[in-house]
Every structure is written in C-alpha cells, then in structure tokens.
C-alpha cells in the first residue's frame, strides 16, 4: 500500500521539491499539504501536482487525521515541536528536516519519540550521512590536527553555523574544539568542508549538494523507512543501515 503522506512548509522550496517528487512516485499518496496560517500558499495548488493533490492549508490535525502514514516536515524551527505534538498526539510517524532547533523544541521531539518513531535530521542526503558515519576515525587517524567545518549556503537560510555542520561537530570525538566559519550568498543549496589541519599538510572532505533533490531522495526513502517502525527516536544512519518495512509488515 502507498505511504500516506503529509508535507509541511509545503509552500516553501524543500516541502515543495518533496511534494512534487512524492505525487511523482506510486509508493506515495500525499493526504495533506501545509503552510503556516497567513502564508501566501494556502489555498493554492502546487504547479505541477493537478487537481488530485491537496491544496495546501494550515490544518495539520485535520490533514495527520486523513489516515496519514507519515508527516514530513522541511520548514521553520519554531514549527517543529507543534508538528511533533500533533504527530504524536494522532500516533503519525514523523521525519523533521527543519534546522536550527533549541532545547525546548528538543525536549518535544523527546516527548513525542516515546509515543511514534520519530527521524529527526539536519541533512538527508546518502553523501553527508556517510560522512557522519566515517568522520570519527578520519579524525581519530589525524589526533592532533586542528579542525574546522566551513560551510556555505544560499543567502535566506536563517541558522547558521547549519545543522549538518553542527552534527559534523557532534561526530568528532572533541566537538568543543571545533571552529565554524558560514558563508550566505546566493542561492548555493549547501556545501560543508571537513577540514584537519596539521603542520606542513592538511585533509580536506567535502560535501558538496548539487541541487536539493538529493535531500528529497533521502527524506522520502527515510519516510517509506520509518513507517510502521516501534516509538522512538532514529537516524539517517539507521535508515541507510537496514532495508525498509514493507508497509504491510
Ligand atoms: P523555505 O523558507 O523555502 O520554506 C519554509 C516553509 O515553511 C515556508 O513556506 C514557511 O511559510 C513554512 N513554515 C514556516 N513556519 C511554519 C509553520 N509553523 N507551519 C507550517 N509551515 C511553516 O525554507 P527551505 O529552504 O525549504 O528550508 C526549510 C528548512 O529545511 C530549513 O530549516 C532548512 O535549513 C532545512 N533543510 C533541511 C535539509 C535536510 O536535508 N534536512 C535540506 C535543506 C533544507
């Protein structure tokens, strides 16, 4: 059966790309399409989608209430623990995309983790949840190199250092002595660099995202993944490391 699925912040560029990419693909069904009230969307139906689609609304309870599977959510941080509550509270499995998270909107994915499986990522590309993975031994490999995460984005993203540069911070075994350096220009979809710095040498790893499909790709195949999973909180690595559960499983 198709993955019921809600998109929210689906009048802004990334909820937009995934709703296109899910109405394009038979593993989906899209039951809900959501903006923040006021938002110039509501109402509209996304080009591209046809009459079949949901227009988008900002009626999260009621869309979680169409027999949604999933809700999907790329869109402000302070909307993440509203979309986590109402995820729980209707028992819907929940991925957040949303960056720039505090400790309160930290404290509600925990809450809701104990009632729905819950995916919470700063970056859903393959290539950038493959860095996560390896980066502890590179850095281990070079013990005593200094190490800085550069980062570049388009000039509207809000939170910076990004969220993917903060969980590379995150998987190496000293993040206190990270430095960061963010870069706003443009319309760059994002690109981080990894770099150890010794005397005489330095390594440099970097992710470079070509466009936002591949955060698409990874929220939709994390989606499919996290359906019909046991309460609690996952990773990206987690949806990579072992295959999805076929729907009726
Ligand atoms: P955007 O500004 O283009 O779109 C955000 C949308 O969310 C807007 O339409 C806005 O009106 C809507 N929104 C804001 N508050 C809302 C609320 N309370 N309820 C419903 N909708 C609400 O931004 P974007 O470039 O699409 O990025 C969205 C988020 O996704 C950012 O936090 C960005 O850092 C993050 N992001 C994550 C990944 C990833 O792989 N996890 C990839 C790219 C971007």
Redesign the pocket.
Known sequence: MSCRLVV??????????VALRAAADPAFHLVGL????G?A?LGTRLDGLGEAAPAIS?D?RGALARGADVVV????????A??ADAAAAAGVACL?????HDDAARAAFDRAAAHIPLLV?????IG?TALLSQLGGLARALDGFDVAIVEA??A????AP???ALALGRALPDPAAVRYSSIRAGSL??THTVLFAGTGEHVEVTHR?ES?E???A??LRAALWLRGRPAGCYTMQDVLSSPTVPAEA
């Open positions: 929210v912040g689906a009048g802004g560029r990334m909820g937009r790309l959501i903006d923040r009230p938002h969307s900002d999260l959510e790329f869109a402000l941080a302070p909307a993440s509203g979309t957040i995309g949303t960056t720039g990522a700063a970056n859903m590309s950038i984005h388009h509207a993203k809000r939170d990004s969220g993917t979809p994002g995202a936002r591949c955060f698409a990874g929220a």
